[in-house]
Every structure is written in structure tokens, then in C-alpha cells.
């Protein structure tokens, strides 16, 4: 007769069970922490507030920081591009670059962003020469605007950018949902199920084998 000792199988099935049912309440808590926190949505600060109220009037907002970037006649000419945009909607913002206004505990982008929601656009943000970038909301896209391209008179070149932008592609394949978060947390919780089954069955050996003993 051997010595050892070798897990029942019904011990080995009911430790397994529970160690899958804590990793799985586990997981579940990341995926749901996780996907909390991508929906919500932040108050903006002031200096967004504006910013959003006025791209969602006429689709041009220059902060007073930025009217010696763009003046009112500039700032028309914009305006106009963004009307003519019939493809891809282009929202426009000019301002001196700051990265944290309002709320300290978001960037800008994560302001607008949140403030935008699912709607599907890009907006260019004009910060001074060679200094902008591109945000998407709605989704992940390839606009073919580069942070480089904000170059010389913004007059001229957001129009031109606004034009490129209309051949803007999305990528379906890369969802802003809680997929993402949600597989991260199933996939963390299976790990901890096996490892706490693992103990288990540690411990349960070793409590027989003293009995043995």
C-alpha cells in the first residue's frame, strides 16, 4: 500500500469549484471597477466648458489666449472649413497649451473627450507653431493629421488639415467599449481561481497526510 496520499476526486473537484468561483467574483470586481470607470463622466473645467459650448455652436472656439493665433477674419475662415466638412465632422480649438485646467485629476483630452461622448469626430487642437494634436471621440481612427502639420498661419493651414481629415478612417476593430477591461478582469479571475484551487489542495494534502501521520 504507497504512503502518499493522492487527492480524492470529489475533494479535488469541490476545491477547484471554489477556487473558480473566487477568482471568477474577483475578476468580475476588476472587469466592473474597470468599466466604471471608462463611462464616466467628469465634470469639465471652466476652460473646457467654454471650449465644448462653442464647438458645439458653430464648431470653433479660440480661447482668449489664443486670439493672437487666430484672429476674428482667421477664425471665419475656419469656421467656413468646419461648415464645409460634410464627411467627417472637425471640431476646432486654439488656445495656449495647458494640461491641466479645471479639474486637476483629468487632462484636457481626457476632459473633452469625456465631455463629447460617442460622437463620432476629430478635433484639432492649434496650441502655437508646431504645437497640436488630434483627438478622436467615438472611437479610434486614422485621420492623416500629425502633430508636425501645425505649421505657419492657422488661417491657411486648419482649412487644409480640415480637408485632410476628411478622408478619416475608423477602426472597427478597436472599440472604445468595456470589452477591453472586461476580458482583463475574466482573465485575472481565472488565474486567481486556479491558484487559490492550487492551495487548496496543498493545504487539504498536507492536513491528511498529519492525520495519517
Do not use: K
Not at 148 to 153: A, E, P, T, V, Y
Not at 176 to 205: C, E, H, K
Request: proline share 5%; charged share 20%; glycine share 12%.
Amino acid at each position: 500500500m504507497s504512503s502518499g496520499w493522492a487527492p480524492r476526486p470529489l475533494a479535488a473537484t469541490g476545491a477547484l469549484v471554489l477556487g473558480l468561483l473566487a477568482g471568477a467574483g474577483s475578476g468580475g470586481a476588476v472587469a466592473t471597477s474597470q468599466d466604471t470607470r471608462a463611462v464616466a463622466e467628469f465634470p469639465p473645467g471652466d476652460r473646457v466648458r467654454d471650449a465644448v459650448a462653442e464647438i458645439r455652436d458653430d464648431g470653433v472656439h479660440v480661447a482668449p489666449d489664443g486670439r493672437s493665433m487666430l484672429d476674428e477674419a482667421g477664425e471665419a475662415r475656419v469656421e467656413a472649413a468646419v461648415a464645409a466638412a460634410d464627411r467627417v465632422p472637425v471640431r476646432v480649438i486654439v488656445w495656449s497649451e495647458s494640461r491641466h485646467v479645471g479639474d486637476d485629476a483629468m487632462t484636457v483630452d481626457a476632459q473633452l473627450e469625456a465631455a463629447l461622448g460617442e460622437e463620432r469626430s476629430l478635433i484639432l487642437v492649434w496650441q502655437g507653431p508646431q504645437t497640436g494634436r488630434v483627438l478622436t471621440t467615438g472611437g479610434y481612427a486614422y485621420s492623416g493629421v500629425y502633430s508636425n502639420d501645425f505649421l505657419g498661419d492657422p488661417a491657411a493651414t486648419l482649412p487644409e488639415l480640415i480637408e485632410t481629415a476628411q478622408q478619416t478612417e475608423w477602426r472597427e476593430d478597436e472599440s472604445s467599449g468595456s470589452g477591453g477591461p472586461i476580458a482583463a478582469g475574466v482573465a485575472l479571475g481565472a488565474m486567481i481561481g486556479l491558484t487559490a484551487s492550487g492551495a487548496a489542495l496543498i493545504v487539504t494534502w498536507r492536513w491528511r497526510r498529519r492525520r495519517s501521520g
